[in-house]
């Protein structure tokens, strides 16, 4: 008999209760390797946790999931392919969005409103590499054909099962995975091990990807909203160097000569040629403020 005390975690027992609730309509919120998310198995159950968390409806889920089933659902070209399964190599938790066969019978048991909500432009997403307790459960999705969707965490009154295994070894400095979208090659979400898979893309693939600008500068960690901060950032700085500089009162236009650039519209021409109504060369220091401008708003 066993001295052994301390608290019972069994990841594949514990997989197949989830699975057990996930199968009858109910909702689990599991422990993954970046901290913890809220799952379902139908679209009755989605939707009362997309209403539990009063979640937009534009905000959608992924499939949860493991490499075997990445390599089954999503379709990739020879490259593409052979980063994900670097990816799975290294262990990295990742969020792959990828292409998917919408004729798989997994997809197909989605429905149209799940499926609406789970992709984008073609693409799924799903979270590889997740931890032990998320592989067997989606090894179970698999073998059962039946889809298990991420909602992300964490409405635990929602819940009709909660697997408790404390903090999670990846939940810094971002409770959420890294998302990299495999069809447009860019970054979706900077999230756990984002250094780790900013290297290995630069490393094998001379994949440049950003830094991370930290949850002091982008709390939420979507690329898409840190792309939406520069380009307001970027437009306040030029709205107010325009009030204070009579020369970026106009964008910079690209003139037909030479490829220099002026910061007026041309007036009518003359014999043919354009009248420009500022000397070339003060259109280049214009030109080269509005470059200026955009590398004080963008360092990196």
């Given at each position: ?111 149209a409103e799940t499926l609406e909500r789970s992709s984008i432009e073609g693409t799924m997403a799903m979270l590889v590499n997740g931890g032990q307790l998320q592989d067997e459960l989606a090894r179970l999705a698999l073998e059962a ?155 990196s």
């Open positions: 008999m066993s001295s052994e005390q301390g608290p019972d975690i069994d990841p594949i027992r514990d997989a197949r209760r989830i699975f057990d609730v996930l199968s009858k309509g109910g909702l689990a919120i599991i422990p993954v390797n970046v901290g913890y998310a809220i799952c379902a198995g139908d679209s009755i159950a989605l939707e009362r946790a997309f209403q539990t968390k009063q979640r937009k409806p534009h905000k959608g889920h992924a499939m949860m999931g493991r490499y075997a089933l990445h390599k089954e659902i999503h379709t990739l070209p020879p490259r593409e392919a052979g980063m994900t399964k670097l990816v799975h190599d290294l262990d990295l938790p990742l969020g792959l969005v990828a292409p998917f066969k919408q004729d798989h019978p997994m997809i197909r048991k989605l429905g054909g039946t889809p298990v969707m991420d909602i992300e965490p964490q409405i635990l009154e929602a819940a009709d099962i909660v697997i408790d295994y404390g903090r999670q070894k990846y939940n810094t400095p971002r409770t959420s995975s890294t998302m990299f979208d495999f069809k447009n090659m860019k970054l979706l979400r900077y999230g756990a091990c984002y250094d780790v898979v900013k290297d290995t893309l630069k490393r094998w693939y001379g994949i440049e990807l950003p830094e991370d600008p930290g949850k002091d500068g982008l709390f939420s960690g979507h690329a898409v909203e840190a792309m939406n901060k520069y380009r307001l950032t970027y437009e306040s700085a030029i709205t107010k160097m325009r009030r204070s500089c009579p020369l970026l009162r106009q964008e910079p236009h690209s003139t037909p000569r030479s490829g220099h650039a002026s910061i007026f519209r041309k007036t009518q021409p003359t014999s043919g040629n354009a009248i420009w109504s500022l000397p070339r060369r003060r259109a280049h220091l214009t030109k080269l403020a509005f470059d200026m401008a955009k590398l004080l708003c963008n360092p």
